[in-house]
C-alpha cells in the first residue's frame, strides 16, 4: 500500500482515532492503536483473500474436573438440545427474488437515501436493486462477525478456567461454525452477492483475538458484538418479508441468546470474585469504544462506495447519522448491550454520561440475561 493511501486512510478515519483517544485511558488506546492502524489505515481486511493475526493467550487446563458451577451446567445441557442442522432443517428449497414485494428481504426505509431526492428519482426495479445490496450487506457484516465469533469461542474455550464454561463453549464453537455455514449459504446461493468486512468490525475482532485476557475476549464477543447481534436479528427478523431469512434467523436467535447469557454468567463472577479499580475502569471505557465502533459499522461505506460514492461525498455519514437512522441504530444495538453491562457493574457513574450523549440509556432499566429468553426475543414487538 503506497503512502499516499495510508495517509488518506488515516485521514478519513481520523474521527475515530480521536474518539479512543478522547476518554484519556491510555491502556485502552494502547489495545486498540494496532488493530485500529490494521482496520483502519491498512485495511487489511479489504481486498484479501485472508488475514493473519499473531494471537497470544494463556490456556487454562482443570485437572480438578469440577462441575460446580449449576447455572453454566443448565446452559450447557439447554445447548445439547438445541442444536440444529443447518442443511436438513432449514428449506433451502425456498424461492428468494428480490424483486417480489409481496416476500421482500427489507423495507425501503433500511437504505439511507429512501426519501431524498435522489432515491425518488430511481425506478422500482433500481430500488429493489439497492434494497438487495443492503440486504447483502447487512449479513456479510453478520458472517464476518460470526467468523470472529467462531474464532474467539475456541479461544475463550481454553482460557476460561471453568470446567462448566469450558464445556458450555464447546458447543458455542459447533453454534458459530453453523452460523458461519448458514449465512454464507444465503448469500451465496440465494443472494448471490458479498461484501468485505467494515473497518470498524474488523478492528473490533483484531482487538478482542488479539488480547491475552480472557474475560475482555468475553466482553468484547459475548456481550457486545453477540449483544448487537441479538437486536439487529430480531429487528431484522420483524421486518423481513421473506420466508427462509426470517426461518434462518429464528434458529440463530436461539443460539444468541445462550451466548449472551453464558458471556454475563461469566464476566459476572469474575468482575464478583475482585478485580481492581483500575482493572473495572479499564474494561468500562474498553467496552465503549467497541460500542462506537458498533455504531460507525452501520454507516456502511461499502455500500455507498457502490452506489453513491459519485453523488456524496461528506454528506452521507451525516446522513446515516440523522436522528431517524439513529433511532433504529440505538433499538437494533443497544438494547440488548446496555442492560448487560449494567447487570455486569461496567455501567457506573462515571461512564454513564458518555452513552447518555449518545442517548442510550434509556435501554438501561430493560431485561438482561439470563432472564431474558430466547422466546423473548424471537417474540419482541417493541
Not at 145 to 161: H, I, K, N, R, S
Not at 229 to 253: M, S, Y
Not at 273 to 279: L, N, P, V
Request: hydrophobic share 40%; glycine share 6%; proline share 3%.
Amino acid at each position: 500500500m503506497s503512502l499516499a493511501t495510508l495517509l488518506e486512510n488515516m485521514k478519513a478515519n481520523g474521527g475515530a482515532f480521536r474518539d479512543a483517544a478522547s476518554r484519556g485511558n491510555l491502556a485502552v488506546l494502547k489495545s486498540m492503536l494496532g488493530p485500529a492502524w490494521r482496520g483502519f489505515v491498512k485495511q487489511e481486511g479489504k481486498g484479501h483473500a485472508d488475514s493473519a493475526l499473531s494471537v497470544t493467550h494463556d490456556v487454562h487446563f482443570d485437572w480438578q474436573y469440577d462441575r460446580d458451577r449449576p447455572e453454566m451446567a443448565k446452559l450447557y445441557e439447554a445447548a445439547k438440545v438445541s442444536q440444529w442442522n443447518a442443511s436438513l432443517d432449514v428449506d433451502w428449497t425456498t424461492d428468494v427474488d428480490p424483486d417480489n414485494l409481496d416476500r421482500a428481504l427489507l423495507p425501503d426505509s433500511y437504505v439511507p437515501v429512501k426519501g431524498m431526492p435522489i432515491w425518488e428519482r430511481l425506478t422500482r426495479k433500481e430500488k429493489n436493486t439497492q434494497v438487495h445490496a443492503m440486504t447483502s450487506w447487512m449479513l456479510s457484516q453478520f458472517l464476518h462477525g460470526e467468523q470472529g465469533a467462531l474464532f474467539a469461542a475456541c479461544q475463550v474455550t481454553t482460557a476460561v478456567p471453568w470446567l462448566d464454561g469450558k464445556l458450555y463453549g464447546s458447543t458455542q464453537v459447533v453454534d458459530e461454525g453453523r452460523h458461519v455455514e448458514v449465512f454464507h449459504g444465503y448469500l451465496t446461493n440465494k443472494l448471490e452477492k458479498r461484501y468485505d468486512i467494515n473497518d470498524n468490525l474488523y478492528v473490533i475482532i483484531d482487538a478482542l483475538m488479539s488480547d491475552s485476557r480472557w474475560d475482555v475476549k468475553f466482553l468484547g464477543m459475548q456481550i457486545m458484538i453477540e449483544g448487537l447481534a441479538l437486536g439487529a436479528f430480531g429487528t431484522l427478523r420483524q421486518i423481513t418479508r421473506e420466508p427462509l431469512l426470517k426461518n434462518i434467523l429464528k434458529f440463530v436467535i436461539t443460539d444468541e441468546a445462550r451466548h449472551v447469557h453464558y458471556g454475563v454468567l461469566s464476566i459476572q463472577e469474575f468482575i464478583q470474585q475482585g478485580i481492581s479499580e483500575r482493572e473495572r475502569r479499564e474494561r468500562e471505557d474498553w467496552a465503549f469504544e467497541v460500542a462506537l465502533l458498533l455504531r460507525n459499522r452501520f454507516l456502511a461505506h461499502e455500500f455507498y462506495d457502490e452506489f453513491y460514492a459519485h453523488a456524496m461525498t461528506r454528506e452521507w455519514d451525516t446522513m446515516v447519522m440523522r436522528p431517524e437512522m439513529m433511532t433504529l441504530f440505538r433499538k437494533t444495538m443497544f438494547k440488548r448491550i446496555i442492560p448487560n453491562l449494567k447487570r455486569i457493574g461496567l455501567l457506573s457513574d462515571r461512564v454513564r454520561p458518555h452513552y447518555e450523549e449518545h442517548g442510550l440509556l434509556q435501554w438501561e432499566n430493560g431485561r438482561a440475561a439470563p432472564e431474558l429468553s430466547a422466546q423473548d426475543l424471537i417474540d419482541d414487538r417493541d
